[in-house]
Protein backbone atom coordinates (compact mmCIF):
# COMPACT_ATOMS: atom_id res chain seq x y z
CA UNK A 1 0.00 0.00 0.00
CA UNK A 2 1.31 3.19 -1.49
CA UNK A 3 2.01 6.37 1.27
CA UNK A 4 -0.22 9.60 0.10
CA UNK A 5 2.85 11.38 -1.19
CA UNK A 6 3.73 8.60 -2.90
CA UNK A 7 0.68 8.25 -4.93
CA UNK A 8 0.50 12.10 -5.43
CA UNK A 9 3.95 12.04 -6.93
CA UNK A 10 2.88 9.30 -9.20
CA UNK A 11 -0.24 11.18 -10.28
CA UNK A 12 1.84 14.58 -10.39
CA UNK A 13 4.02 12.70 -13.53
CA UNK A 14 0.75 12.55 -15.38
CA UNK A 15 1.33 8.87 -16.15
CA UNK A 16 -1.70 6.56 -15.73
CA UNK A 17 -0.49 4.34 -13.38
CA UNK A 18 -0.27 6.94 -10.68
CA UNK A 19 -4.05 6.93 -11.20
CA UNK A 20 -4.24 3.72 -11.52
CA UNK A 21 -2.65 3.34 -7.81
CA UNK A 22 -5.12 5.74 -6.09
CA UNK A 23 -8.08 3.83 -7.33
CA UNK A 24 -6.88 0.61 -6.25
CA UNK A 25 -6.19 1.48 -3.02
CA UNK A 26 -9.15 4.59 -2.49
CA UNK A 27 -11.99 2.95 -5.02
CA UNK A 28 -13.88 1.51 -2.10
CA UNK A 29 -13.33 4.15 0.86
CA UNK A 30 -14.80 6.71 -2.33
CA UNK A 31 -17.85 4.61 -2.96
CA UNK A 32 -18.29 3.95 0.90
CA UNK A 33 -18.41 8.07 1.30
CA UNK A 34 -20.84 8.68 -1.57
CA UNK A 35 -22.93 6.20 -0.69
CA UNK A 36 -23.27 7.28 2.69
CA UNK A 37 -24.22 10.72 1.27
CA UNK A 38 -26.69 9.57 -0.90
CA UNK A 39 -28.53 7.09 1.39
CA UNK A 40 -31.35 5.95 0.02
CA UNK A 41 -31.67 7.90 -2.97
CA UNK A 42 -28.94 6.56 -4.98
CA UNK A 43 -28.52 3.74 -6.81
CA UNK A 44 -25.31 1.37 -7.09
CA UNK A 45 -25.11 2.68 -10.76
CA UNK A 46 -24.91 5.93 -9.17
CA UNK A 47 -22.18 5.32 -6.69
CA UNK A 48 -19.92 4.11 -10.10
CA UNK A 49 -20.36 6.90 -11.75
CA UNK A 50 -19.86 9.20 -9.14
CA UNK A 51 -16.52 7.13 -7.81
CA UNK A 52 -15.48 7.47 -11.14
CA UNK A 53 -16.21 11.27 -11.26
CA UNK A 54 -14.33 11.57 -8.39
CA UNK A 55 -11.01 10.29 -9.97
CA UNK A 56 -11.60 11.91 -13.03
CA UNK A 57 -11.57 15.36 -11.21
CA UNK A 58 -8.24 13.87 -9.27
CA UNK A 59 -6.74 13.57 -12.92
CA UNK A 60 -7.37 16.85 -13.84
CA UNK A 61 -6.59 18.23 -10.96
CA UNK A 62 -3.20 16.38 -9.79
CA UNK A 63 -0.80 19.64 -11.17
CA UNK A 64 -2.80 21.97 -8.78
CA UNK A 65 -3.47 19.81 -5.26
CA UNK A 66 -2.52 21.43 -2.56
CA UNK A 67 -2.42 18.97 0.10
CA UNK A 68 -0.13 16.06 0.88
CA UNK A 69 -3.26 13.91 2.50
CA UNK A 70 -4.80 12.26 -0.58
CA UNK A 71 -7.40 10.57 1.13
CA UNK A 72 -8.89 13.74 2.93
CA UNK A 73 -9.22 15.34 -0.70
CA UNK A 74 -10.86 12.14 -1.90
CA UNK A 75 -13.27 11.64 0.79
CA UNK A 76 -14.22 15.83 0.60
CA UNK A 77 -14.57 15.61 -3.54
CA UNK A 78 -16.66 12.25 -3.31
CA UNK A 79 -19.36 13.94 -0.43
CA UNK A 80 -19.13 17.48 -2.13
CA UNK A 81 -20.11 15.33 -5.41
CA UNK A 82 -22.68 13.39 -3.79
CA UNK A 83 -24.62 16.00 -2.58
CA UNK A 84 -24.23 18.34 -6.12
CA UNK A 85 -26.19 15.66 -7.31
CA UNK A 86 -28.65 15.10 -4.62
CA UNK A 87 -29.45 18.68 -5.24
CA UNK A 88 -29.77 18.28 -8.73
CA UNK A 89 -32.25 15.27 -8.28
CA UNK A 90 -34.05 17.06 -6.36
CA UNK A 91 -34.79 20.14 -8.47
CA UNK A 92 -35.73 17.84 -12.02
CA UNK A 93 -37.83 15.32 -10.09
CA UNK A 94 -41.23 15.50 -8.29
CA UNK A 95 -41.50 13.67 -5.60
CA UNK A 96 -40.77 9.95 -5.61
CA UNK A 97 -44.03 9.39 -3.04
CA UNK A 98 -46.07 10.73 -5.81
CA UNK A 99 -45.25 7.58 -7.91
CA UNK A 100 -44.62 4.80 -5.42
CA UNK A 101 -47.61 1.90 -5.50
CA UNK A 102 -46.35 -0.11 -2.53
CA UNK A 103 -48.80 -1.37 0.08
CA UNK A 104 -49.45 0.31 2.97
CA UNK A 105 -46.83 -1.49 5.44
CA UNK A 106 -44.03 -1.44 3.04
CA UNK A 107 -44.57 2.84 2.65
CA UNK A 108 -44.87 2.85 6.32
CA UNK A 109 -41.48 1.18 6.74
CA UNK A 110 -39.84 2.81 4.11
CA UNK A 111 -40.80 6.78 5.53
CA UNK A 112 -39.20 4.95 9.22
CA UNK A 113 -35.91 4.31 7.85
CA UNK A 114 -35.77 7.38 6.08
CA UNK A 115 -37.08 9.15 9.23
CA UNK A 116 -34.72 7.47 11.42
CA UNK A 117 -32.10 8.26 8.74
CA UNK A 118 -32.57 11.52 8.77
CA UNK A 119 -32.63 12.20 12.68
CA UNK A 120 -29.17 10.43 13.08
CA UNK A 121 -28.25 13.10 10.07
CA UNK A 122 -29.37 15.87 12.26
CA UNK A 123 -28.14 14.75 15.56
CA UNK A 124 -24.44 14.50 13.74
CA UNK A 125 -24.88 17.58 12.51
CA UNK A 126 -25.23 19.09 16.46
CA UNK A 127 -21.79 17.49 17.14
CA UNK A 128 -18.84 19.75 17.04
CA UNK A 129 -17.36 19.76 14.17
CA UNK A 130 -13.70 17.37 14.91
CA UNK A 131 -15.82 15.24 16.88
CA UNK A 132 -18.66 14.54 14.18
CA UNK A 133 -15.66 14.30 11.80
CA UNK A 134 -13.94 11.60 13.93
CA UNK A 135 -17.26 9.79 14.54
CA UNK A 136 -18.04 9.52 11.08
CA UNK A 137 -14.71 8.08 10.18
CA UNK A 138 -15.23 5.37 12.54
CA UNK A 139 -18.69 4.50 11.99
CA UNK A 140 -19.51 5.17 9.25
CA UNK A 141 -16.33 5.03 6.34
CA UNK A 142 -14.89 2.36 8.72
CA UNK A 143 -11.44 3.53 9.03
CA UNK A 144 -8.96 2.16 11.81
CA UNK A 145 -8.44 4.25 15.32
CA UNK A 146 -4.66 4.34 14.17
CA UNK A 147 -5.48 6.09 11.16
CA UNK A 148 -8.39 8.39 12.31
CA UNK A 149 -5.91 9.31 15.46
CA UNK A 150 -2.86 10.14 12.76
CA UNK A 151 -5.77 12.44 10.52
CA UNK A 152 -6.75 14.24 13.04
CA UNK A 153 -3.22 14.53 15.55
CA UNK A 154 -4.50 12.43 18.33
CA UNK A 155 -3.78 9.25 19.86
CA UNK A 156 -5.54 6.30 19.82
CA UNK A 157 -7.09 6.70 22.85
CA UNK A 158 -7.84 10.45 22.85
CA UNK A 159 -10.14 9.17 19.43
CA UNK A 160 -11.44 6.52 21.42
CA UNK A 161 -13.12 9.26 24.24
CA UNK A 162 -13.84 11.55 21.46
CA UNK A 163 -15.99 8.38 20.45
CA UNK A 164 -17.27 7.58 23.09
CA UNK A 165 -17.96 11.70 24.18
CA UNK A 166 -19.68 11.41 20.64
CA UNK A 167 -21.87 8.29 21.61
CA UNK A 168 -23.36 10.01 24.36
CA UNK A 169 -23.91 13.43 23.00
CA UNK A 170 -26.06 11.79 20.02
CA UNK A 171 -27.94 10.23 22.65
CA UNK A 172 -28.85 13.08 24.40
CA UNK A 173 -29.51 14.78 21.12
CA UNK A 174 -31.87 11.88 20.32
CA UNK A 175 -33.80 11.56 23.70
CA UNK A 176 -34.38 15.29 24.26
CA UNK A 177 -35.87 15.01 21.01
CA UNK A 178 -38.17 11.95 22.21
CA UNK A 179 -36.99 10.20 19.69
CA UNK A 180 -34.86 7.61 22.26
CA UNK A 181 -36.41 6.50 25.53
CA UNK A 182 -34.13 6.51 28.26
CA UNK A 183 -33.77 3.12 29.97
Not at 47 to 56: H, K, N, R
Not at 82 to 108: H, W
Request: a neutral charge; glycine letters at 6%.
Amino acid sequence: MATDQELLSALRTGKPQGLEAAIGQYSAYVAAVIDYQLGDLGSKADVEELSADVFYTLWQWRNRLKTDHLRGWLGTTARNLARDFLRKKRLSTVAAEDYLTVCDAQAQTLLERAERTELVRRALDDLEPENREIFLRYYFYNQPLAEIGEAAGLSQAAVKSRLQRGRKKLKEILTQGGYLCED
